[in-house]
């Protein structure tokens, strides 16, 4: 069975700080994809980025960054200069793949890291 | 602009009372899902659905019905079997429902229950 796990409840950082959340996964499979979703007060989940498990680059994507470590089944999210909107829950997510009957298809989410930026 | 509804945004209940909860795409996505998120909880699937007339039960479908007669709407009702029915519960869809096609949430609905 997959598994994930946001080992950070809370966290709690001044702005401008860096600060890294982590994410440790669990799986049988050689394929399948990580993802990181933002959940801001308002509620809505917001997709932040899917990585496949075949694609071990990391990825940069403004003041955001992800380490992808198949070594350590790792999938580390940074936020550089952190800014007073970046306070929300983020969650991180595993999809198992190739297809293979009912119920493997589903996201399996972490209970998720909250973000607090102190102005 | 395309994205996912839900309504209410708010709702309360009686306890013993059935609620359906709205959702509706205009993504043109086959696949649809509900999720519910419990304080400090990370998400976890009630039911889905790959296609029109087809739906799977989740991990959590218990004291809950759905149905998919329409490909943009997938609406959930909380009976009054479900023990704990006050949460925040969250419509999500995506293209399809391969693995690695990422999901696209609504904005969720907070039901409480007296």
């Known amino acids: 069975a997959q598994k994930v796990t946001q080992a950070q409840t809370e966290i709690s950082v001044v702005e401008k700080e860096d600060v890294t959340l982590d994410c440790v996964y669990e799986t049988r499979d050689t394929t399948y994809y990580l993802f990181w979703y933002k959940q801001p007060p308002s509620g809505e989940l917001v997709f932040l980025i899917r990585r496949n498990s075949f694609d071990e680059q990391n990825e940069i994507s403004g003041r955001y960054s992800w380490n992808f470590q198949k070594s350590t089944s790792s999938f580390n999210f940074t936020i550089t200069a952190s800014q007073v909107v970046d306070s929300a829950v983020y969650f991180c997510a595993l999809s198992e793949g190739p297809y293979s009957g009912a119920g493997s298809y589903q996201l399996t989410f972490g209970k998720g890291t909250k973000l607090s930026v102190i102005p | 602009d395309g994205g996912i509804t839900q309504s209410p945004k708010y709702l309360f209940r009686k306890e013993g009372q059935n609620v359906t909860l709205s959702c509706e795409q205009n993504l043109n996505h086959d696949a649809m899902y509900w999720y519910r998120q419990d304080p400090g909880q990370g998400l976890r699937l009630i039911y889905y659905s790959q296609i029109v007339n087809d739906f799977q039960k989740g991990d959590i479908a218990e004291g809950y019905s759905v149905s998919r007669e329409k490909k943009e709407s997938f609406p959930l009702t909380v009976t009054s079997a479900q023990k704990n029915p006050t949460a925040f519960y969250l419509c999500?869809?995506?293209?399809?429902?391969?693995?690695?096609?990422?999901?696209?949430f609504g904005p969720g609905t907070r039901l409480t229950v007296t």
């Open positions: 999500a869809s995506s293209i399809s429902s391969g693995k690695g096609n990422e999901q696209y």
